[in-house]
């Protein structure tokens, strides 16, 4: 080892609110980190308009439900993609021979997946406004018919 490196390191304080003058400091300036995260719980309730929130809640719901049934769709083409790459693997023209019985298998995989989707419909359609507001059509609509000569 040289003599330079076993000098001891040395603490430079500022005297008189400088650093001595033969030394130039490096100075580093951080960007405070943004927090990452779920930007909808700063946004709050969603904002409807009077009379229009039953609509949107449902148009909101359909699209879930919609989603639920691309997502049991995509699976089950996965599923059945995965059972005849299987037969045709094992056999000689495997996938034909055992195409039924892979769509059964996709089916099925479809079918479990989708099983959510009639109670999500039924949840989105038994809100007590939506209800509500339904019979009031539905009132509505019948003293309509009743006018009508037949």
């Known amino acids: 080892m040289s003599a330079d490196n076993n000098q001891p390191v040395r603490v430079l304080r500022p005297s008189g609110g ?8 490096i100075v580093l300036n951080y960007k405070k980190w943004k927090k990452k995260g779920n930007n909808k719980a700063k946004e709050g309730k969603p904002k409807y308009s009077k009379g229009l929130e039953d609509i949107q809640r449902l148009e909101g719901d359909m699209v ?7 997502r049991a769709l995509s699976r089950s083409i996965d ?9 045709a693997k094992k056999k000689t023209d ?10 059964a298998k996709a089916t099925g995989t479809y079918l479990k997946e989708a099983s959510d989707i009639p109670v999500d419909l039924a949840d989105s359609v038994s809100r007590l406004s939506f209800r509500k507001n339904l019979r009031k059509g539905l009132r509505r609509a019948s003293k309509r018919i009743l006018t009508w000569p037949i």
């Open 79 to 87: 599923a059945y993609e995965e059972e005849r790459r299987q037969s």
């Open 64 to 70: 879930r439900v919609t989603q639920t049934g691309a």
């Open 18 to 25: 400088e650093l001595q003058p033969e030394l130039k400091p």
């Open 94 to 103: 495997g996938a034909i021979e055992d195409f039924i019985h892979n769509s």
